[in-house]
Each structure stands twice: as structure tokens, then as C-alpha cells.
Nanobody
Framework: QVQVVESGGGLVQAGGSLRLSCAAS????????MGWYRQAPGNQRELVAG???????NYADSVKGRFTISRDNAKNTVYLQMNSLKPEDSAVYYC??????????????WGQGTQVTVSS
């Protein structure tokens, strides 16, 4: 079984920074894509940023220039550095991993979510 665990959320003032971390563990052969999604109350879950094992990245337009995604393939860990935070960034942030296990085909695994709250 593969587990995905996030950390690093919290409360920060507008203009501040936070760094989220997410580690995948278990019977993993490789992880092609890792990424961060977020969901605010009343809204659908949306992609914030994603990164492939080769380092290719994509970002939501709303976070470009403020957020940076990175990963450590050896540790199956992905990070999200969030700068210049705005109140509208407040949401539960979920880590996503597209896992290729030791046995079987690829599947998606989600973390439990971490709350990010930005006060004005």
C-alpha cells in the first residue's frame, strides 16, 4: 500500500510565505507525476501545480510567478513554495501522486489535505 502525507500548512498573513511538503511511501517503483491541488469551500478541486519525474512543471495561471513546485525523486517527495500569498489562496491543499507500484499498473494516490489560511 502506498501512502501520501502532506505537511506544512498553516495560517499566514497576506504577503507571507509557506512551504508545503508531501512524501509518498510504500511499494513504489516510480512516480511519474506529482502535484498539488486545492479546494476552497464551495469550489471544485483545482490544479495548483504539477511536476513530472523529468522536472517539467505546469502551474495554474493564478499562482504563476508566486508559487514554485519542486521534487526529490530519490525521496518520492514534492514541495510547493508559496510566496506573496493572498487571501484567495486559502484552501485545503491536496498532494497528488501518479504511482507505478512494484506490482500492477499506475494509479492515483491522494493525501489527506493540509489547510492553508491567508489572512488579510
Amino acid at each position: 500500500q502506498v501512502q501520501v502525507v502532506e505537511s506544512g500548512g498553516g495560517l499566514v498573513q497576506a504577503g507571507g510565505s509557506l512551504r508545503l511538503s508531501c512524501a509518498a511511501s510504500g511499494r513504489i517503483l516510480s512516480i511519474n507525476i506529482m502535484g498539488w491541488y486545492r479546494q476552497a469551500p464551495g469550489n471544485q478541486r483545482e490544479l495548483v501545480a504539477g511536476i513530472t519525474s523529468g522536472g517539467a512543471t505546469n502551474y495554474a495561471d493564478s499562482v504563476k510567478g508566486r508559487f514554485t513546485i519542486s521534487r526529490d525523486n530519490a525521496k518520492n517527495t514534492v514541495y510547493l513554495q508559496m510566496n506573496s500569498l493572498k487571501p484567495e489562496d486559502s484552501a485545503v491543499y491536496y498532494c497528488h501522486a501518479r504511482v507505478l507500484p512494484l506490482v500492477g499498473g499506475e494509479y492515483d494516490r491522494w493525501g489527506q489535505g493540509t489547510q492553508v489560511t491567508v489572512s488579510s
